[in-house]
Structures are given as C-alpha cells and as structure tokens.
C-alpha cells in the first residue's frame, strides 16, 4: 500500500508534465474530464487533483491502459463464472441469441 501511496503522490506532484508529454490536447483532456478549464489550470498548478480526477485523466490520456483493465477484468469474472459452474452451452446461448434478434426485428418492423 505505501508504494501505490507514494506513486500517487508522485503522479500528483508531477501531473503538469504528464500532460505536457501526453499526446493530447490540453484542451482535449479538459473537456473530457469535465472539470472547466480555470479550475483545471488551477489545480494543475496548485497539484491539487482529486484522486478521482487524476483517474479521469490517466483514462483520458492512456485510452490502452484503461481497456487492458477492462479486458482482464472481464477475463477474471469469466474464469470465475466457469470455476462456479455458471456456464451454458453453445446451442443454448445460440438459440437465446437468435430469439432476442427475432424480437428485436419484430419491434423494428413494427415501429415502420
């Protein structure tokens, strides 16, 4: 835990250059944190970041990072569903499959 503290720290201490580095836009990464812009510069200088916004950021800047968590994540829930036996079949899944897009078709050509 003191490590991911001390890496914390030093990422808030060091945020003006990562953004500085990033291949970003400021602007970019402002409107997409959703923070308003005097309010970002200002806790860019003051090194004042939210851990929540410092996340929002490292999202925004390292799009590959945040989808290889998400990749893995979603790997582990599946190794843990088959661990637990929650599993099905191909067929099963296929037929399931097939009625939602037969449903969905009906409501499109319903809408029409």
């Known amino acids: 835990m003191i490590l991911e503290i001390k890496n914390y720290i030093k990422i808030s201490n060091s945020i003006d ?3 500085k580095n990033s291949p970003f836009k400021m602007k970019y990464i402002i409107e997409k944190s959703g923070i ?5 510069f200002r806790k ?13 950021i490292a999202e925004i800047i390292e799009p590959e990072e945040n989808s290889k968590e998400d ?9 843990k569903d088959v661990k637990n036996g929650r599993i099905h ?9 097939k009625e939602r897009l037969a449903k969905k078709r009906n409501e499109y050509l319903l809408d029409q």
């Open 36 to 40: 308003s812009e005097p309010t970002f």
């Open 17 to 19: 250059e990562i953004l």
């Open 89 to 97: 079949d191909h067929k099963t899944v296929m037929n399931e499959a």
């Open 44 to 56: 860019m200088k003051e090194k004042k970041f939210l851990p929540e916004e410092l996340l929002r």
């Open 71 to 79: 990749i893995l994540k979603a790997i582990q829930e599946g190794l």
